[in-house]
């Protein structure tokens, strides 16, 4: 059971909720602001460090699980490829990646799709139509890249009136308004669908499964992927 047996976990990200496992999980994050906000106010007794996801502070074959929500997301294609190699160095030989990953269906749903369940009651909540329409501005097959400014702007486009939304959903508008945070941030994000970041897992990992999992909205697309290493011969 992780975080029960002495086993070295390593998180990517400062997500407050694992801080549960106690002093052995290191939490990374390239954000000092992220680290302080969530992992410090977690109270946790597990490490925070702030680094590079792609050049980790971390001897190789040291930690036995790498774990993720949503971090595999939080980069581009591009640096997510060297992400996943720097996890692959870090990882013990019976090591395994266990992250949760927001991903696009294979098919692009329409504005309407989206206008319906929201005009419905069926969007969830803000995050989930969020990322709805971000998934949804992927019109390029080949891309799975976004910024997150453009989020911002795909989702003032669509619903430009947000005391409109608030009205007709119900929402608070102090949460609708988080999306500002994007305005001329340089950050992009990735939203492969779940057949690409299952191809690309298989490049370091001898074994990936997809594990549903949750009933929170947009839970369908945000399957649990445990991935491992294979055991090297002595």
């Not at 939490?27 to 490490?47: E, H, K, P, T, V």
């Not at 992400?83 to 692009?108: M, N």
């Amino acid at each position: 059971m992780i975080g029960t047996d002495g086993s070295r976990c390593l998180l990517l990200g400062s997500t407050a909720e694992y801080a549960a496992l106690g002093p052995t999980i290191i939490s990374m994050d390239a954000s000092f602001s992220m680290i302080s906000a969530l992992w410090r106010s977690a109270d946790s007794s597990g490490l925070a460090v702030q680094s590079d996801w792609t050049s980790m502070p971390v001897g190789p074959r040291s930690i036995t699980h790498v774990l993720g929500d949503g971090s595999l997301n939080a980069v581009s294609t591009s640096v997510l490829t060297d992400v996943l190699q720097e996890v692959s160095r870090v990882l013990k030989p019976e090591g395994s990646l266990i992250a949760r990953v927001f991903c696009r269906p294979a098919s692009a749903e329409s504005a309407d799709d989206i206008e319906r369940d929201v005009r419905l009651g069926r969007a969830g909540n803000f995050h989930a139509l969020k990322w709805r329409i971000a998934m949804a501005a992927l019109r390029d097959p080949a891309s799975s890249d976004i910024a997150v400014s453009a989020i911002r702007d795909a989702v003032v486009a669509q619903y430009p009136d947000r005391d409109e939304l608030c009205r007709i959903t119900g929402w608070n508008r102090a949460e609708i308004d988080t999306l500002d945070v994007y305005d001329g941030s340089s950050v992009v994000y990735n939203f492969p669908t779940e057949a690409a970041i299952f191809a690309l897992l298989q490049r370091w990992f001898a074994t990936v499964e997809i594990m549903r999992c949750g009933a929170y909205p947009l839970a369908e697309r945000c399957p649990l992927l445990v991935a491992r290493r294979p055991i090297l011969a002595m």
